[in-house]
């Protein structure tokens, strides 16, 4: 058996024996409840009627986490698409149409993604925030439209932050520092204080600063390596202020900057027409477990700014609260794409020195957005009937473009195709430029109220109306593309998300829930093929299913759901069964050799899945806790595009993609009194099932190509004379499972820590990466080698 199989088979056998052990002892202490806020008024976790995981800031130092992706493997439901720093694509119980790629900018997110009550959430570029001074991460699981909108449908993410108090000193401290078997030395320093400003008034400033550290080796064309070439640093902070002049008014005025910069990406190269072991004309590349090959620097720049304004005032019966928010963002992701030009360059009968003229792809977004929400609320905790009713505003404008600076390619065209980029109306050299303008706006009305109608028996039921409109500009040049200039497009749609809550309370430690719920993802409008560079099948049969926009996805969610309390509170058991009816899923289409991304709505999907989580306390000492999600989660439509063949895997019966059927985490801590000070260890134990970033890649023959013309695989390319004629690659990526392992002392004040992350070095594929439908490149993208570290922490 695998060690890290042993090591989960093991933190399962020892949970549930602390199951048996927690029902004959009592304690003094309860597992603690986490205070949450996601109806959007505080709760006991335990008290809210769907299913919700949510953790503290110790929980997640506890368990290794550093940033999103990680903190996704202990939650169970939750799954990551990690592209490396700052482009997380998040998906909620399976329900995903596959990998959105940078330049897709018009698609939209299925998770929303919350700061507090600000949404920061912009389908591929969700903010990766530092997880220092939070007071909780909630997740909330199924359709959250009702209350938190479009982009919910799958669920929601919250970042709740420590908020500033009055009357109140308090500092702590933080530094940390890594190194790795197979990466280079990293750190963090981390700092916050909270200072009274009088009697009414309080501020919180925050500070960190991470040096990211690199594994990844890029083999350089001179055959040269440079080593963990994706390193970066993740710099920020936030300053927030507490006025209260009266005691029935607070006003929070907050400031939230983050600049995340990297100098590569965390991608593995399985294949690469310019460095492989085959070619002949030139030296041949072994690349290695970790390994790349590239011609420039990659990396991506990222500069978040958030200002918001949260003021509440307290009429007695009802609470009024607002909440303004602008973002102000600009991100600038290069990567290499010399394989992808040189590829276009071979086919039209370029020189070898000529396929390799570096290229890099440099995309720029500049998002400015700013929403309101304007809410009442019931205030009376003990009346038999709460309410929450209000109205929310979103407009943002986003500028989007892609440059491919390529010295020299103005003359190849003109020679080889008797044009040249410039003469389509892109920069010199530039076989493709693209400059896109949207302008989003967006208005809803929501409401939702719950009435015990007995001691045991409550309903809850709401609604929002919502009515958005998207407008877009689109500028297209170069030898790559179909010239044109300034072509609009606008999509918008109008409707209605409900939600029905039947709750069942025997007794105050177990609730039962059914519950019923719609959750809406916005539509947008697709950008054209690059036909010059398609080949004659996929400009007909991508050319087919094309569509200037694609509707709204909408899901129903049918859920039943339980939670309970044993042994005194020392056990908690929660469990839900839910089945999702999907309409019109937003399907991302890889157009193969076109270098094109399309959305294709499919007419009908689902998921049906089971989730729990178990957490026990059988003594002082011992603390367990392990959770589980098994997800089926099919297309239930074909789309041959005219022909006989499912198109991009859209297949009657096909997995989703992204999301793995089965996911697990387990941890075990176990503290000790040692003299005045309390010594724990904690091991956390995470498994991930096999899943598919694309639906294509299900679908034979993904996974090969081929230079038999007749074959029906992708045309194999073969630049330098490769000794073979076909090869074959992971269309699947395979399952993994992670170890992480702390001991460390605690204090009054402060705390210790050593740590060791991936114990056991797994080396796990997140994502399948590509250029060209995988005719350029073919690649990986993976997770952090072992790491082991120090942490210490001060309070004041």
């Known amino acids: ?151 919910s449908l799958a669920g929601t993410l919250r970042y709740i932050t420590v908020q500033p108090q009055i009357n109140t000193f308090e500092a702590t401290g933080e530094i940390s520092a890594s190194d790795g078997s197979d990466t280079e030395f990293g750190g963090a320093v981390k700092g916050v204080v909270n200072l009274p400003l009088g009697e009414k008034t309080a501020v919180r400033v925050v500070g960190f600063y991470n040096d990211l550290a690199g594994f990844i080796d890029a083999t350089q064309p001179s055959l040269a390596v440079r080593e963990n070439q994706d390193s970066g640093k993740k710099a920020g902070g936030r300053i927030a202020l507490l006025w209260q002049p009266i005691e029935e008014l607070s006003i929070t005025p907050r400031v939230v900057y983050q600049d995340l910069d990297t100098d590569g990406f965390p991608r593995i190269d399985f294949y690469n027409i310019l460095a492989n072991p085959f070619t002949t004309t030139q030296p041949p590349v072994f690349l290695g477990e970790r390994g790349q090959f590239t011609q420039l620097t990659e990396g991506i720049d990222d500069n978040f700014r958030l200002g918001d304004l949260k003021i509440e005032y307290d009429f007695g019966p009802v609470t009024l609260t607002s909440i303004s928010s602008y973002t102000d963002r600009e991100v600038v992701v290069t990567r290499d794409a010399t394989s992808l030009t040189g590829s276009v360059t071979f086919d039209i009968g370029g020189t070898p020195d000529e396929v390799r003229i570096s290229s890099p792809l440099i995309d720029t977004t500049r998002l400015h957005a700013f929403s309101q929400e304007l809410r009442l609320a019931s205030a009376d905790e003990g009346a038999p009937f709460q309410w929450v009713a209000g109205a929310f505003y979103q407009n943002f404008g986003r500028r989007y473009g892609q440059e491919l600076p390529t010295p020299g390619y103005d003359e190849i065209t003109r020679r080889l195709a008797n044009t040249d980029s410039a003469a389509n109306g892109a920069p010199p050299d530039n076989p493709f430029f693209s400059s896109l303008r949207y302008d989003f706006r967006q208005y809803a009305l929501f409401g939702e109220g719950t009435y015990d109608f007995t001691e045991q028996w409550s309903l809850t039921a709401g609604v929002r109306w919502y009515d958005f409109k998207e407008d877009r500009l689109l500028t297209f040049a170069g030898f790559f593309a179909v010239p044109q200039t300034d072509v609009p497009g606008s999509v918008d749609s109008d409707g209605f998300s409900p939600r029905a809550i039947l709750t069942y309370r025997p007794n105050d430690r177990m609730n039962f829930s059914a519950q019923i719920s719609r959750g809406f993802r916005l539509g947008g409008i697709n950008d054209p093929l690059n036909a010059p560079i398609c080949s004659d099948e996929d400009r007909a049969l991508f050319g087919s299913v094309f569509s200037p926009t694609w509707a709204d996805e909408k899901a129903w969610n049918y859920e039943l759901g339980a939670k309970t309390q044993l042994a005194d509170g020392r056990v908690i058991f929660n469990a839900s069964i839910y089945y999702s009816d999907i309409e019109d899923l937003q399907a991302n289409v890889d157009a193969g050799s076109c270098s094109s991304r399309i959305v294709v709505n499919v007419p009908s999907a689902h998921t049906l899945g089971v989730e729990a989580e178990l957490f026990a306390r059988p003594t002082e000492r011992w603390d367990f806790g392990i959770s589980a999600t098994w997800v089926e989660a099919r297309i239930d439509t074909t789309i041959t595009g005219g022909g006989t063949t499912p198109i991009a895997g859209i297949r009657d019966g096909n997995r989703l993609p992204t999301a793995p059927e089965v996911q697990a985490a387990a941890s075990i801590t176990y503290s000790w009194p040692w003299g005045a000070v309390n010594g724990y260890a904690t091991f956390t134990a995470q498994y991930v099932g096999s899943s598919y970033t694309q639906l294509a890649d299900q679908e034979p023959p993904f996974g090969t190509l081929d230079s038999d013309p007749d074959s029906p695989a992708p045309a194999f390319i073969t630049y330098g004379d490769p000794t073979i004629d076909s090869f074959t690659f992971p269309a699947k990526l395979p399952s993994y499972d992670i170890g992480n392992l702390r001991i460390g002392v605690r204090g009054e004040l402060w705390e210790g820590a050593l740590f060791l992350n991936n114990v056991w070095d797994e080396r796990a594929f997140l994502s399948l990466d590509r250029e060209r439908g995988t005719r350029a490149r073919v690649g990986y993208l993976t997770n952090r080698p072992r790491t082991y570290g120090i942490m210490f922490r001060r309070s004041f």
């Not at 056998?13 to 052990?21: D, E, G, K, P």
């Not at 550093?66 to 700052?86: C, H, Q, Y």
């Not at 959105?100 to 698609?107: A, L, T, W």
């Open 1 to 151: 058996m695998h060690t890290s199989t042993q090591s989960f088979v093991l933190a399962l056998a020892l949970i549930v024996s602390a199951t048996a052990i927690a029902q004959e002892q009592k304690r003094d202490t309860e597992i603690q409840q986490i205070i949450v806020t996601a109806t959007k008024r505080e709760s006991a976790l335990q008290d809210v009627p769907f299913s919700i995981a949510a953790v503290t800031e110790q929980q997640i130092r506890n368990t290794g986490t550093t940033d999103l992706p990680e903190l996704a493997r202990n939650i169970p439901g939750l799954t990551i698409t990690d592209l490396g720093p700052g482009q997380s694509q998040v998906a909620v119980r399976g329900i995903s149409a596959g990998q959105v790629v940078r330049d897709q900018p018009g698609v939209k997110e299925q998770v929303g993604v919350y700061l507090d009550e600000s949404p920061i959430s912009i389908a591929l570029f969700t903010p990766d925030l530092d997880l220092f001074d939070l007071e909780r991460f909630e997740i909330l699981r199924g359709p959250q439209g009702t209350l938190f909108g479009a982009g």
